[in-house]
């Protein structure tokens, strides 16, 4: 079973760049036809998808952050990223990064879930 | 953006008492609905997928139904471990959008 592990700093500054890495075990991205996702828990704004990343490398991002955003895949296949720019406090969340499985007739669903680390932004 | 409200926002329940969980969507999602439990320090789990679909290993006292704009999560018998939150999520078009959730806590 696949499990994932988000890492990075836990405090960012204001108007910095954040930077996290989710480590895939138990399967890799590049032999799977699902996607890789992040996915954010603040208290502002509850549980916010934030973008995901194909095993091709074709990306889609949440209109409301991207400008911002930028998920990436390393060639290995075992890790993905997640980068932020001009980060803010708003940006203060919990961070997830999923598996979004692929079913029939365009059904999908986020099936694996690392348990999330805690980002601060502040100066 | 498609929006997910979730009512009630809390509710208090027993051991062994069933509970239902309403998921409203702003617009049709047909059956595009997926239902997570979510425990502090712990990574969110998958309960039911495409409305009604219950999700490898999770117990057979989760159920979902709806369709439309209109869903339920039910917990038939709740036990100790059930005591958390719950989110319903539409994946009928991106972005994916998730309900503000639902804290079930012990009575």
């Known amino acids: 079973q696949v499990q994932l592990q988000e890492s990075g700093p836990g405090l960012v500054r204001p108007s910095q760049t954040l930077s996290l890495t989710c480590t895939v075990s138990?399967?890799?991205?590049?032999?799977?036809?699902?996607?890789w996702t992040w996915i954010r828990h603040s208290a502002g704004k509850g549980l916010e998808w934030i973008g995901r990343?194909?095993?091709?490398?074709?990306?889609n991002y949440n209109p409301s952050l991207r400008s911002r955003v930028s998920v990436s895949v390393d060639t290995s296949g075992t890790q993905f990223f997640l980068e932020m720019t001009s980060v803010t406090a708003a940006d203060t969340a919990v961070y997830y990064c999923?598996?979004?499985?692929?079913?029939?007739?365009?059904?999908?669903?986020?099936?694996?879930w690392g348990q999330g680390t805690l980002v601060t932004v502040s100066s | 953006d498609i929006q997910m409200t979730q009512s009630p926002s809390s509710l208090s329940a027993s051991v062994g008492d069933s509970v239902t969980i309403t998921c409203r969507a702003s617009?049709?999602?047909?059956?595009?609905l997926n239902w997570y439990q979510e425990k502090p320090g712990k990574a969110p789990r998958l309960l039911i997928y495409?409305?009604?679909s219950l999700q490898s290993g999770v117990p057979s006292r989760f159920s979902g139904s709806g369709s439309g704009t209109d869903f339920t999560l039910t917990i038939s018998s709740l036990q100790p471990e059930d005591f958390s939150t719950y989110y319903c999520?539409?994946?009928?078009?991106?972005?994916?959008?998730f309900g503000l959730g639902t804290r079930v806590e012990i009575k």
């Open positions: 617009q049709s999602i047909s059956n595009y």
């Open positions: 999923a598996r979004q499985k692929r079913g029939e007739q365009l059904y999908t669903w986020f099936d694996s």
């Open positions: 990343i194909s095993t091709s490398g074709s990306t």
């Open positions: 495409a409305a009604s």
């Open positions: 138990g399967g890799s991205i590049r032999r799977s036809a699902d996607f």
């Open positions: 999520q539409q994946s009928f078009t991106t972005p994916w959008t």
